[in-house]
């Protein structure tokens, strides 16, 4: 089951980057196996899937030592600042990098294990309370600071944006995130880049890949529901 909802999310990925004139290449599916168990991971992983994304450390680090090293790990969820040494060397992309002391905890910790970080910013693009992330307008400046860190790199930018019954009014959050990337990477800033794009969950990847989604992150698409209390 898990591997046919797989490769069905794989299909729509490429019809909507068939529909929206993009390349399959562009688009990487991150497979989110937070609360699910390491046999789940073990069998898409079977199916050739390399590439998953967890959103606590303790998790992680666990999956990370009962499953085979070739997997790229991403880390979604967010980071605190005295957690950041576990998985340091572990990961292959944080998504959830959102001020700059924690960049800057990221970036004493990479010193140390002499590594290069990549990262993302990540950003409240529709503005709600409860969400973590950067406001929109905060981000120019955040960005030209990390800049300055030598062992983390900025690949580009990450929301979630509100859950929505209709994918489609998303679409204005995820045309935000590109807009700004876009309005960031004019500046020609040394050591930032902003190619990537973290968008799009299990209820509008379509949506997301449509406006230029790099990743997207989904999880009950591909391993069911999850036990809420376990969220
Ligand atoms: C859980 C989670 C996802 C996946 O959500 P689904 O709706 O199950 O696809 C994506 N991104 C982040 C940051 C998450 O925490």
């Not at 992309?93 to 700059?100: F, P, Q, R």
């Not at 030209?144 to 998303?170: C, R, Y």
Request: glycine letters at 6%.
């Amino acid at each position: 089951m898990i591997t046919q909802n797989y490769d069905k999310v794989l299909e729509n990925i490429k019809s909507a980057c068939k529909s929206s004139g993009r390349k399959e290449s562009e688009v990487t599916l991150i497979a989110v196996s937070k609360t699910k168990p390491v046999s789940d991971i073990q069998e898409l992983y079977n199916h050739g899937v390399r590439v998953f994304g967890e959103n606590k450390v303790q998790e992680l680090c666990d999956k990370y030592e009962a499953l085979p090293k070739d997997i790229k790990w991403h880390m979604i969820g967010h980071l605190q600042r005295n957690k950041v040494k576990y998985i340091i060397d572990k990961v292959e992309l944080i998504h959830s990098v959102d001020s700059v002391r924690l960049a800057r905890q990221i970036e004493e910790e990479a010193a140390k294990k002499n590594v290069r970080v990549d990262i993302l910013i990540e950003v409240n693009v529709a503005g709600e309370e409860s969400k973590f992330g950067l406001k929109t307008e905060e981000v120019p400046d955040i960005v030209t600071q990390i800049a300055g860190f030598p062992h983390v790199s900025i690949k580009g930018l990450m929301t979630i944006p509100p859950f929505a019954e209709n994918p489609e009014d998303n679409r204005k959050y995820f045309n935000k995130l590109k807009q700004l990337a876009v309005d960031i990477k004019a500046k020609n800033i040394d050591n930032v880049s902003m190619d990537k794009l973290s968008m799009g969950m299990t209820g509008d990847y379509t949506a997301a890949v449509t406006e230029g989604a790099s990743y997207v992150r989904v999880g009950t698409g591909i391993f069911g529901e999850r036990n809420i209390s376990a969220v």
